[in-house]
Every structure is written in C-alpha cells, then in structure tokens.
C-alpha cells in the first residue's frame, strides 16, 4: 500500500524529530506538490526547523514530491471545489484516489471528504502505532513520540490520547 502525506502528519513528526518513523509504512510515501510547497517552501521562508527536517526528508528519499493531475479525475475535480479543503487537501486526497493509496492527515474536514469519495484515511498516530508495531520502534519510543508532538502542539483529544496508549500497551 502506498502513502499521501498531508501537512499535518508531517509538521509534528518533524516538530518532535520523529520523521524517521516514516520508514516503517510501505512504499511509495509521497507529497504532492501543493503539500511540499506549503510546508517546506512557505516553511524554510518563515524559518521553521520542522520545515527544513522535511526537506532533509525529501533529500534523502524518505519521501518524493509528486505532481497531482487533476484534470482528468472526477474526484479530484469535486475536491477541489469542497469549501471546507485547502488546495493541498485537495491535492493529497486526489492523489492518494488516483494511486489507490491511503492519505495521512488529521484534519476532520479532509478525512471526511475522504469517507465520501471512498479514500482510505490514517492519521499521524496511525503512522507512530504502525512504527512500534511492526518494531521500528519500542512501544517507550511510540509514547514518546505521541508526546513530544503533543508537547509541539500536536491536538489529540484525552480519549483517543488513552485509547493510543492503550494500543502502545498491548504491543508490549
């Protein structure tokens, strides 16, 4: 299975300096454009370290900025015209429909969206819990990095902080 990166995802993995953790989803793990633009161009302009983690990201090939097509998808072209999504929501959803991938984002609005155009969704916790599961890291690592990016800003609602602890525990 593939993977379409929104910003969100990617912001508090670098704000926490757990990009890394990346490495334990399947390949491709891509960005679109729209998404990249955001967050490293618009990032490393505004000076932002967690920017310049992503951009050492694409690099080294942890990800790769993908064009999006939009013209000849009907999906893409629905989304594009949703209020509620950004352009590169837009982007990452259309992608991740054209390539049959699942997109990682956290934001409702999109996920949402998603569920109606029949696009697989996992959010950031998603992308820490598969790490520790499949043992890139230990499940003291996993919480960890749950916590750091919740330190950095992260949102995570009490109850589904205790429901991820809860998973984190039952990989020990």
Known sequence: MSWVFDATPLIYLAKADRLGVIEALDEPRVVPEAVYREVVTTGVEQGYDDARRIERAVEDGLVD?????????TVATRLAQHPGLSDADA?????????????AMDES???????????????TAYVVLAAVRDGALST?????????????????????YTKIVGKLESFE
């Open 140 to 160: 003291v690592e996993g919480r960890d990095a749950i916590d750091a990016m919740i330190d950095h800003g992260w949102y995570v609602a009490p109850d589904v």
């Open 65 to 73: 900025v993908v064009a999006v097509d939009t013209d000849d998808s």
């Open 109 to 123: 609005a999109g996920r949402s969206a998603a569920e109606v155009e029949d696009v697989e969704t996992r959010g």
């Open 91 to 103: 982007a990452v959803l259309g992608c991740a429909d054209a390539r049959d991938a699942v997109a």
